[in-house]
């Protein structure tokens, strides 16, 4: 069994920045064997995929909307990926989940995903 954990969310003005963190754990787990997709969802909207690295060779993908002002990255030592986000705008405010497939690669579908995490709020306001 693989659980996550989210962590670093909060309440920021436009312009700022929040590191997220996704701590995983579980028997036999190793996390370069891993694809983590970080997705979001506002109230009222679907969940969307927001990043993602990929297990196999550490590829990293963005959605267009994020791309310039997000980073991800993998600590494989510490099982644990991040989230960095600067230039923080309102339309970023949502409940920011990681997750996890069985396979290598990425996907922005949240149906691929096998495990989630229980969220961590960001909320970007003036």
């Known amino acids: 069994q693989v659980q996550l954990v989210e962590s670093g969310g909060g309440s920021v003005q436009p312009g700022g920045s929040l590191r997220l963190s996704c701590s995983a754990s579980?028997?036999?787990?190793?996390?370069?064997?891993?694809?983590i997709g970080w997705f979001r969802q506002a109230p009222g909207k679907e969940r969307e995929g927001v990043s993602c690295?990929?297990?196999?060779?550490?590829?990293?993908y963005y959605e267009d909307s994020v791309k310039g002002r997000f980073t991800i990255s993998r600590d494989n030592a510490k099982n644990t990926v991040y989230l960095q986000m600067n230039a923080l705008k309102p339309e970023d405010t949502a409940l920011y989940y990681c997750?996890?497939?069985?396979?290598?690669?990425?996907?922005?579908?949240?149906?691929?995903?096998?495990?989630w995490g229980q969220g961590t709020q960001v909320t970007v306001s003036s």
């Open positions: 997750a996890t497939r069985v396979s290598l690669f990425c996907s922005s579908r949240p149906g691929h995903y096998n495990t």
């Open positions: 579980g028997s036999g787990f190793t996390l370069n064997y891993y694809t």
């Open positions: 690295i990929s297990g196999s060779d550490g590829a990293v």
